[in-house]
């Protein structure tokens, strides 16, 4: 069965009309035909089971037949300073959406080699990796954010870095609060000291350096645990 991202569905409706984008996939690409059934989901945990109506290239009409809602999953938040490239970043989105990631922040660090972010194109591979693994829940992607200002709103937290000092094992984290990661000239002194004195731990995340994708990814499936 074929999955539609429908933003504005709600529950009890009878009818639902797809997006041009969502219609001309149906129709041009996927060539369903009238009666076809479907399955729709609107990133904010409902799902319906439907049947095409009016096979329309640019709005296709739905007929609802059955809902089904799905309970949120735990908070899983993420804050990284965006790779230079944009093909990793990318990478990263769809894996971590894959995978349950809820919240996902960009910081502007003292180190930061890309300063903008086109977001709407992260949320839409956001959307691309629920279709595809059938997730129910769109990730919040945030704008990017100084360092300072995002810290000075964020009560605790974890971080890696890869400057010296005492740091806590991966198993200690607790779920439910954000996990920091830097760019890739890492965080400045002044950040970790910032971090330190905001209630952040730092959090040793490997003996090795790590690409900031494979870093964020790695936070991502340990905050899983």
């Given amino acids: 069965m074929s999955t539609f991202y429908a933003p504005e569905l709600q529950?009890?409706?009878l009818h639902y009309q797809l997006s041009e984008e969502e219609s001309k996939h149906c129709i041009k690409v996927l060539r369903l035909q009238q009666g076809a059934e479907i399955e729709l989901i609107n990133g904010k945990g409902l799902?319906?089971?439907?049947s095409l109506q009016d096979a329309h290239p640019k709005?296709?009409?739905?007929?609802?037949?059955?809902?089904?809602?799905?309970?949120?999953?735990?908070?899983?938040?993420?804050?990284?300073?965006?790779?230079?490239?944009?093909?990793?970043?990318?990478?990263?989105?769809e894996k971590a959406t894959e995978l349950g990631i809820t919240h996902l922040s960009f910081l502007l660090c003292d180190h930061s080699e890309r300063?903008?972010?086109?977001?709407?194109r992260l949320e839409k591979?956001?959307?691309?990796?629920?279709?595809?693994?059938?997730r129910f829940y769109l990730p919040q992607i945030s704008q990017m954010q100084r360092f300072d200002e995002y810290i000075a709103r964020a009560s605790k937290g974890y971080f890696g870095h890869c400057a010296p000092g005492p740091k806590m094992s991966m198993k200690s984290l607790q779920k439910g609060l954000p996990f920091l990661i830097g760019p890739e000239g890492d965080?400045?002194?002044?950040?970790?000291?910032?971090?330190l004195a905001c209630g952040?731990?730092?959090?040793?995340?490997?003996?090795?350096?790590?690409?900031?994708?494979?870093?964020?990814?790695?936070?991502?499936?340990?905050?899983?645990?």
């Fill in 11 to 13: 529950l009890g409706a």
């Fill in 47 to 50: 799902q319906a089971i439907a």
């Fill in 59 to 93: 709005r296709s009409m739905l007929q609802i037949e059955q809902f089904v809602e799905h309970a949120p999953t735990v908070s899983l938040h993420v804050a990284m300073a965006p790779t230079k490239n944009l093909d990793r970043l990318e990478w990263f989105v």
């Fill in 115 to 120: 300063r903008q972010l086109n977001i709407e």
């Fill in 125 to 134: 591979i956001a959307i691309a990796a629920i279709k595809q693994s059938k």
């Fill in 187 to 195: 965080f400045s002194s002044r950040e970790i000291e910032l971090a």
């Fill in 200 to 225: 952040f731990q730092a959090i040793d995340m490997s003996p090795f350096r790590l690409r900031t994708e494979t870093a964020a990814l790695l936070a991502t499936t340990a905050l899983m645990d």
